[in-house]
């Protein structure tokens, strides 16, 4: 298996090094680090954020105590670089202007934390990813709960954790903040799903607090995306499930939930202030959607000139053009990147979706934690034929912990066939 190591051996291979106090220490700090990297994830109000202000010293960390780059990543290392080329290239007649630079060099830091994350999470998989998951969701509540005092008007205070007459919690956009808060829930729904989870009752009371904020947030995305997410994880546990006793759990609790769900949801529309919004939000089209010049105006046109475009019209130059972003990441990658750019991103879509469902379909030690990443990553690829999710901070995590988590099922068949 071929792997690049830092400094220090990985925690697999380090024999005596690990037993060194100060090699100990690093290693619990780097865990520390890695908890609060994730869990200020959810802070967005602005371009830069507690979450980029710890990325740099928590990976050097990392890289530092030997994380290895494991064949298992190495297509996703591949297409990453690939896609960058793409907009680099589309980039070169444009490197006088300041945004179209600020965008890029972004992206390539958003490429390096997925990269990052998918060789942290290839080793020590579960306790990681375990530690990794409790941290954002623990981000989940937190956001939610505010976005639940924003939209309540508690603090009454205009537009902090309240915007457009609906719940952002920490984010500018109440559409990321919907979504974002989709893996937290899902890893709250298997843990009482599979009765792993120690305290049912937090779990539940948590599990509340992060629906409602998706709720309110009013993102139609968001809605759909969260119901598609769970319906999969739900079927894929049931599926994979061996006990009778255990999918009889689960098809209790589901409905069950879904009972709760649906009495919350008339007890909330019964506010008026809600019932508007939600007859707003639920319609299939917005304003901004229709004519020439909306939203799917726009990307008609747009996909015509781009056609003719090889390099595509340069990163972030269809705002330019059109006013307004694409609302869809897949011909923003066309115009961002050209035509290797668009292909790209949609191969690396492929991939990972073909990596997520054989990760949630094999019986590894790893298959738990793909029912919970992978559906929600796969609701953010839905999402993004409505919505631009290329700057998207927990995107690139989750697209490294199913990469890690494929690295760390190559490896666990490795060491299988060598016992045999």
């Not at 992206?107 to 020590?124: P, W």
């Not at 995306?225 to 894929?236: E, H, K, N």
Request: hydrophobic residues 55%; contains cysteine.
């Amino acid at each position: 298996m071929s792997s690049t190591a830092a400094a220090l051996p990985s925690h697999d291979s380090a024999g005596a090094w690990a037993e060194i106090p100060l090699v100990a220490a690093l290693r619990g700090l780097a865990k520390v680090m890695l908890a609060a990297f994730i869990f200020f994830a959810c802070f967005a109000f602005s371009e830069t954020s507690p979450y980029d202000l710890i990325a740099l010293p928590t990976m050097a960390l990392w890289l530092a105590l030997g994380i290895r780059l494991h064949r298992g990543v190495m297509p996703l290392v591949g297409l990453l670089l690939l896609y960058l080329v793409a907009i680099g290239t589309s980039l070169m007649p444009y490197l006088a202007e300041p945004f179209p630079v600020t965008w890029t060099i972004q992206l390539i830091y958003l490429v390096l934390t997925s990269i990052i994350f998918a060789m942290i999470f290839s080793d020590n998989t579960e306790s990681r990813m375990e530690l990794a998951l409790k941290a954002y969701t623990v981000s989940c509540v937190f956001s939610a709960f505010l976005g639940l005092i924003g939209y309540l008007q508690i603090l009454g205070i205009e537009d902090l954790f309240y915007k457009y007459d609906r719940a952002s919690g920490t984010f500018q956009d109440p559409n990321v903040f919907g979504s974002f808060l989709t893996l937290g829930a899902l890893y709250l729904m298997h843990g009482l799903l599979t009765g792993t989870t120690r305290r049912p009752v937090v779990s539940f009371a948590a599990l509340l607090v992060i629906l409602a904020g998706i709720f309110l947030s009013f993102s139609r995305g968001s809605w759909g995306g969260t119901v598609v997410a769970t319906g999969l994880m739900i079927l894929s546990v049931y599926r994979t499930s061996a006990s009778p006793r255990l999918r009889r759990r689960i098809v209790a609790l589901s409905l069950v939930t879904l009972a709760i769900g649906v009495v919350a949801v008339i007890g909330l529309l019964s506010i008026d202030q809600v019932h508007k919004m939600f007859e707003a939000r639920a319609a299939v089209t917005q304003d901004y959607d229709e004519g020439e010049t909306g939203r799917f105006g726009n990307q008609i046109r747009g996909i015509g000139m781009l056609l003719e475009m090889p390099f595509g019209m340069g990163p972030m130059h269809w705002r330019l053009i059109f006013k307004l972003e694409p609302h869809n990441s897949y011909i923003g990658s066309f115009a961002n990147g050209g035509w290797l750019g668009g292909a790209t991103f949609i191969v690396l879509v492929v991939a990972t979706a073909f990596v997520g469902f054989r990760l949630m379909s094999r019986d590894t030690p790893f298959r738990a934690h793909a029912q919970i990443v992978w559906p929600a990553l796969m609701m953010f690829f839905l999402q993004a034929m409505q919505i631009d999710i290329e700057k998207w901070r927990h995107v690139y995590m989750m697209l490294g912990m199913v990469w890690g988590l494929e690295a760390a099922r190559l490896q666990w068949l490795s060491r299988r066939h060598r016992a045999a």
